[in-house]
């Protein structure tokens, strides 16, 4: 599961890589869908501008909600962008990141085993990541969508469940063995 959550991680987190060509053409030409080609959109004028005029439509049968739609858009992506940037600004976000992309390179690709430990990312690297692109994905997703999701509430929820099931299973489990 760990190594899951790495490879989902690091395509997440991927810049979009188009050898011999500008920044710009790489991110234009990409087709990988990831938090950085996503944020680099979302700072572009006129994505901003078309969001928020979409965002005018989230609630056609209240008329009036069209600005207070537009703004709420617009501090999604204020928030979207912000938190990568709290990510790449941070000394640890960076090294996160730095991590998962020799992990993947390293190990996944070549399965190096000396490379293999020294490049694996430890769970509070993981998990430092995995929250921005939460907090990234709710923002963005509300920008885009209009449709507010709280996932760490979801990812609450599912913990719960799955301790119900795993605490017993595990006890019974463990009981059997003896």
Sequence with gaps: MTLFLAITLAKLFEIPNVHGRSKATRFNKSDVASIPL????????????????????????????????????????????????????????RIAIAKLRKFRNKVLAHTLLGVALEATPTYRELFLLMDVAREVTEQARLAIAGIHVDLLETEDALQEVSGAFWRPAIAAAAKDKR
Excluded: F
């Design 38 to 93: 996503m944020i680099r959109l979302l700072k572009q004028r006129r994505c901003r501008a078309r969001l928020c005029s979409r965002a005018r439509q989230w609630t056609p049968m209240l008329a009036h909600s069209a600005d207070v739609n537009a703004r709420a858009c617009e501090r999604a992506i204020d928030r979207t962008i912000e938190a990568y940037a709290a990510l790449r600004r941070n000394h640890a976000g």
